[in-house]
């Protein structure tokens, strides 16, 4: 139920994304708005812009197995602030946010 999601989401840690080709994902600012820590391929166009390397998160390339399992292994052993990060990037989604811009221009 898409009711659920919310709390799906705010019971999960990770959002891992290995697409071999994606334009529009909005899993990654889902995941972002619930601080989740986000691991993508580079193969994620648009959205993925917002995923700058090891600072909020990590884009490693979709054939490298062993880079995934480090920057997962990196998650687990830095102290940083990943989510806030996420969630203030995520934020120019949120309802009001939107709301405003859109009635802005009318």
Known sequence: CWNDITMLYTKLEYLFLPA????????????MASRMKIIISDNILGVGAYINNMENGYK???DNLDEYVNAFMAFKLQDKDWENKNEDIASIYNKESV??????KL
């Open 60 to 62: 490693i390339p979709l």
């Open 99 to 104: 709301a405003n811009q859109w009635l802005l």
């Open 20 to 31: 071999t080709f994606s334009n529009s994902n909005y899993s990654i600012i889902e995941a």
